[in-house]
């Protein structure tokens, strides 16, 4: 049963801001609806936090981040920056609000500076309340809240985490214990309670006698410490400034980070902006303390439509971090390969997804793409920087991760033994797995011969090669010129029965205790990862005959016709099959390779069109309104952005434009 805390938590969110050691997401309304802290992916602490106006005299607050109360809401990233505005107003009310909401640099510390004018004739005396449910470290158990006089402050509290509010505007009113029903009858409903073992209390601040046309500021700070000490330091540090300093700070220091990375290579304006929101994304998705790098910011963390997205997957970092060191993110790169030492398992591999500290996440068994991902992303990393001491450093884990990949192989295809696919959802020998061994087999013989081991890296090699044959004799499948996605298939009984009866083969494994496997001999649907056999692995050449009609059967059969973009395979059933910001910018990739960059425009102006209405990028586009419709936003979206754009940028430098024709390079 899903906890009825959730009941307010939307999937899809608007923007995120953060500095690596805090992350929040917040919504087009200015709700602030999940906030990390220590760490990016975990723990999380916001049950629910509101934010209200009662008017003199009207008894009962209306919620201002609330469309169904009848306020509406503009919302935007203020430019080159990961600071976001949201501006409301409402038909009933006359005022309006602005607010600004960020994480200031280098401190564990949220600022949401409220402005809020009079758009009415009259002056008018009005309260703000703040309602705040913090269910601290991820559980609504063993929590305290309480108003700390001292500090002017409301504090959340569990064992090491504190969290505590406060303005450098006094409060009028606090109750520590107070329902969100009854902090809705305005700020005579709080009443001094001081502290209750509970997720919840309220802060009031009185505006008196706010003329017509006059504005006012309330700035809120939300500080985290491991201590009351430290978290009430850092609030009085806060005020000692006013929010519009810490806005300049935070604003410069986003526009100096932009500066010293490379800017975007392709005269385009959207293509500018999004490859500029890209960039200012990355960080927030790179944990400061440990250098893991999170797929997306958890929304489904009971894991009621799918398992989960607050982790980190080494196959994912691979392409991410490919692409940070294009923009000039290196650092970032340095810090997540860093990571990886700690997150290797005893036996070389590396498991499916993990946690900032390197632990294994929730499950669904060894990807072995995965490890293989890491090892060539690594070597891509050296490549890029030419650090011998880089190479050095990570030497002895390619070392325990190749021997792992060399065990992990059928000894007569060469291939590697059955494991999950990278969509985690079948056990086969898949052709795009294999195409990542090859890879990261090749990259670990660089490595090798580096580290002056001539004879490991001619026989990582030997076994890469086996592989890439394997590939080309083993998993093509004339009767669809394509690849087969995957050999040695594991189905359920009646999957099996009824493709044995269609003409499939296969055979029924006996093991132990009784227990049978079906298995199928080949996976024939067609699949986008299909082309990473060549984009990014390199396992065939990009313009031999079978990848060309591969990337053709896969444009053919999985473009959606509605609203375009590419799914991930045919008859895919998650989150109702529609197409994939990164499987549109995949197939992008793999025409760029092979010189058609028509296609490839096309492709990257359709993933330009489909971000989010504050510029992130998400992982799914609906299939039939083209709305926007899962996890926002999805970091290796936006590093398959841009590596398009690089890709495209260095395959046609004549002119660097996106829209312009190929016939017309220079």
Not at 152 to 159: E, G, I, P, T
Not at 254 to 259: F, H
Not at 268 to 278: H, I, M, T
Not at 450 to 467: N, Q
Request: with cysteine.
């Amino acid at each position: 049963m899903v906890d009825q805390r959730l009941k307010d938590k939307p999937y899809l969110i608007d923007a995120i801001i953060g500095n690596s050691s805090i992350l929040a997401s917040l919504g087009a309304n200015g709700r602030m609806y999940r906030a990390w802290w220590p760490h990016i992916d975990t723990p999380q602490h916001i049950d629910s936090i509101r934010m209200g106006i009662e008017l003199e005299d009207q008894g009962s607050v209306t919620w201002f981040d609330d469309e169904a109360e009848g306020w509406k809401h503009v919302a935007a990233y203020v430019n080159r920056s990961n600071i976001f505005l949201v501006q409301a107003s409402s038909d009933s009310v006359p005022l309006d609000v602005d607010s600004l909401h960020f994480v200031v640099p280098d401190k564990d510390l949220i600022v949401r500076e409220y402005t809020f004018t009079n758009t009415g004739d009259t002056a008018i005396t009005f309260s703000i309340i703040m309602y705040s449910s913090m269910i601290v470290g991820e559980h609504a158990l063993y929590t305290t809240t309480m108003f700390e006089p001292s500090a002017d402050a409301l504090v959340h509290y569990k064992q090491r985490t504190y969290l505590v509010w406060g303005s450098s505007m006094e409060t009028s009113r606090y109750h520590a214990g107070i329902s969100l029903k009854e902090a809705r009858g305005g700020a005579m409903t709080l009443m001094g309670s001081q502290i209750e073992m509970t997720t919840s209390g309220a802060l009031a601040w009185r505006f008196e006698l706010v003329e017509p046309g006059e504005s006012v500021v309330l700035p809120l700070y939300l500080a985290c410490g491991s201590s009351l000490e430290e978290a009430v330091e850092l609030l009085q540090e806060a005020r000692e400034r006013t929010s519009g300093e810490w806005y300049e700070e935070t604003k410069q220091y986003w526009d100096r980070y932009l500066d010293s990375l490379k800017s975007c290579p392709l005269e385009d304006d959207d293509v500018r902006e999004l490859y500029e929101r890209s960039l200012l994304m990355f960080p927030l998705m790179s944990d400061a303390k440990t250098g893991s790098i999170i797929a997306a910011p958890e929304f489904d963390e009971h894991f009621t439509r799918c398992g989960g997205y607050g982790y980190c997957w080494g196959r994912d970092a691979a392409f991410i971090t490919t692409a940070l060191d294009k923009a000039g993110l290196i650092w970032l790169s340095d810090r997540f390969y860093d990571w990886t030492l700690t997150a290797q398992s005893p036996d070389g591999s590396w498991q499916q997804r993990h946690y900032h500290d390197g632990s294994l996440a929730p499950s669904w068994g060894l990807q072995i793409d995965e490890g293989a991902s890491i090892i060539w992303g690594m070597y891509q990393h050296y490549r890029h920087t030419g650090d011998e001491d880089f190479a050095r450093r990570v030497w002895p884990a390619v070392r325990r991760g190749a021997e792992f990949l060399m065990r992990f192989r059928d000894e007569r295809t060469g291939l590697p033994l059955p494991s999950k696919d990278l969509w985690e959802e079948r056990e086969a020998i898949h052709t795009y797995s294999a195409a990542a061994v090859y890879g990261g087999l090749r990259a670990a013989a660089e490595f090798a011969k580096l580290a002056g081991e001539e004879e490991l890296a001619s026989s990582w090699m030997e076994a890469a090669d086996k592989i890439r044959r394997a590939i080309d004799e083993l998993c093509w499948n004339a009767s669809r010129s394509c690849l087969y996605r995957g050999l040695r298939l594991t189905v359920d009984e009646s999957r099996y029965i009824q493709a044995k009866a269609e003409g499939a083969t296969g055979n029924v494994e006996e093991l132990p205790k009784g227990y049978r496997r079906y298995v199928l001999d080949v996976d024939p649907v067609i699949d986008i990862s299909l082309v990473g056999v060549t984009v990014p692995f390199e396992a065939l050449p990009a313009d031999s005959e079978k990848m060309r009609m591969t990337a053709d059967a896969v444009e053919a059969a999985l473009t959606v016709p509605t609203v375009g973009g590419i799914k991930r395979y045919e008859d895919d059933p998650y989150i109702g099959g529609n197409p994939w910001i990164l499987t549109t910018l995949w197939l992008a990739q793999y025409r760029i390779a092979i010189g058609e960059l028509d296609a490839a425009r096309e492709l990257l102006r359709w993933a330009i069109e489909h971000r989010t209405r504050t510029g992130l990028l998400p992982e799914q586009v609906d299939q039939e309104t083209g709305a926007t419709a899962w996890v926002v936003p999805l970091t290796w979206s936006h590093a398959m952005f841009v590596l398009a754009v690089w890709m495209l940028a260095e395959r046609d430098r004549g002119t660097g434009v996106l829209s312009h024709p190929v016939q017309e390079t220079v």
